[in-house]
């Protein structure tokens, strides 16, 4: 089983910043990759960004260039920066943490609040 603790959401104006954290805990010896996702009010939960165990990343186009997704192994932890918010990032983010042991573990993150709003 794996633990995962959210933090960093909140409100901001548009073209700020926020830093997501997520602290994983537990049995994650195994870890294929570590993601973020959010969902919008009516809208389908969708990938924002995703760093595999070797570091690869991958982007949602909608946030190339303004979020990073980066992990400290150390901590078992996760960041999201989030730079040059919009309006339309507002959402519930996700953590997502998968492990592979035969097959593929999924296990989620309570979720996050971002709104982004003058």
């Known amino acids: 089983q794996v633990q995962l603790v959210e933090s960093g959401g909140g409100l901001v104006q548009p073209g700020g910043s926020l830093r997501l954290s997520c602290a994983a805990s537990g049995s994650i010896d195994r870890l294929y990759d570590m993601g973020w996702y959010r969902q919008a009010p009516g809208n389908q939960r969708e990938l924002v960004a995703s760093?595999?165990?070797?570091?690869?990343?991958n982007y949602a186009d909608s946030v190339k260039g303004r979020f990073t997704i980066s992990k400290d192994n150390a901590k078992n932890t996760v960041y999201l920066q989030m730079n040059s918010l919009k309006p339309e990032d507002t959402a519930v983010y996700y953590c997502l943490v998968r492990t592979l042991l035969h097959r593929l573990y999924e296990y989620w993150g309570q979720g996050t609040q971002v709104t982004v709003s003058s």
């Open positions: 760093i595999t165990s070797g570091a690869l990343t």
